[in-house]
């Protein structure tokens, strides 16, 4: 029997992970970490040691993978406001987190993570994570480009300058 009788969990940072990819639906498996078979399977970036196939999306909203296989959805180091700390020696020392404990572990252990061209960066504003809805292409962009950068400003602050 399939687990996803029952409604899909609503995820904060990541509230349409199936129009985004997120989770695949094109076949049943066996969930790595309740080990229940399940037709609704999460196919983005999940970090940890042990190799992890298949987790339902029911085991990313309780925390269970994460827990389970000490592993997690986000890089800490891709997180707007989340910064790596070193010591003298350039050793790792932590990291820094201007956010609540709960708050940075809902976005890293219990939201579907997404992936990226390069690297993953989950964005912040306004003191909460920014929730993903989707890809943007050239296309959604190219004829609002004032609204995203102003490259003579740019380049004037980088003492570069414009040849026409």
């Known amino acids: 029997m399939t687990q996803n009788i029952r409604p899909l969990p609503q995820f904060k940072y990541h509230p349409k992970p199936l129009e985004t ?6 076949k049943t498996v066996e969930c790595d970490c309740c080990e229940q078979q399940t037709s609704v399977y999460y196919s983005g970036p999940f970090y940890c040691v042990d190799e ?3 987790l339902c ?3 990313i909203a309780d925390g269970s993978a994460a827990e389970k296989f000490a592993g997690s959805f986000q890089d ?3 997180i707007e406001g989340v910064e790596f700390e070193y010591d003298e020696e350039d050793e790792f020392a932590g990291i820094k987190n201007t956010y609540p404990d709960e708050m940075l572990k809902e976005l890293v252990e219990r939201t579907p993570g997404y992936h990226g061209w390069q690297q993953e960066f989950w964005l912040a504003h ?3 994570f920014c ?3 989707g890809y943007v292409g050239w296309n959604d962009i190219k004829d609002r480009l004032d609204e995203f950068a102003n490259l003579e400003e740019d380049c004037e602050n980088f003492g570069i300058r ?3």
């Open 21 to 26: 990819g997120a989770f695949e639906q094109d």
């Open 76 to 78: 800490d180091a891709s």
């Open 52 to 54: 992890v196939e298949h």
């Open 57 to 59: 999306p029911w085991c």
């Open 162 to 164: 414009i040849l026409i």
């Open 131 to 133: 929730a993903f809805i």
């Open 126 to 128: 306004c003191g909460d």
